[in-house]
Structures are given as C-alpha cells and as structure tokens.
C-alpha cells in the first residue's frame, strides 16, 4: 500500500496504521516531521526498518531542508519516483 503523508505533525493514529511492506511518502509540511530532532523521529525510525519511507525532494527543497536533516534511512523521491510509487501499489491512502 502507498501511505501519503500531508499531515503537519503525523497522526500517531496514522503512523501506527504504516504495515511492514508499505511504501510511505511524506509531503508538503509533513517533511517537517521527518527532522531528526522533532518528537517524531523516534517513530520514522522505526518505519524505515520495516517498510520504504520517502521524503518528496521539491518539498524539501521548498522549506530549505536537506537530506542531512532528515531522520537516516529515508529516500528521496521526484515526482516521476511518486508516479512511480503510484502505479507500483495498487492501492493509496492519503492522510491529511
């Protein structure tokens, strides 16, 4: 399943409901969520042991973020990777 994150901070309802296998993409202000030192990064760490979690590069880049600031073990992802997510499961959740 293709779980995509808008929310700004994550639902800790919603990152509970992340199954291993799932592929997670973190959007808009989400990618905020992702910093290593929010109070999230305990649970994205967590999620990048059991399933791929993505950050969307140009929202990164928006905010002035690098992958450096990230939580480790994320990817990044353009929007042709999303389109590639997109047609790879078969079945999308957006969270917002």
């Known amino acids: 399943m293709l779980q ?7 639902d800790a309802a919603v ?6 296998g799932d592929d997670v993409v973190f959007l808009d ?14 649970e994205i760490s967590r999620l ?8 969307l590069a140009d929202d990164l880049q928006i905010r002035g973020l690098a992958q450096a600031d990230l939580v ?8 042709a ?8 499961n078969t079945v999308t959740q957006s969270w917002s």
């Open 29 to 42: 202000g989400a990618v905020l969520g992702l910093l290593k030192n929010s109070r999230w990064a305990q």
């Open 81 to 88: 990777g999303l389109v590639a997510l997109t047609v790879k």
């Open 15 to 20: 990152l509970a409901r992340i199954g291993a």
């Open 4 to 10: 995509l994150i808008f929310q700004t901070p994550p």
């Open 48 to 55: 990048t042991g059991v399933c791929q979690v993505f950050a």
């Open 72 to 79: 480790a073990g994320l990817a990044l992802v353009d929007y």
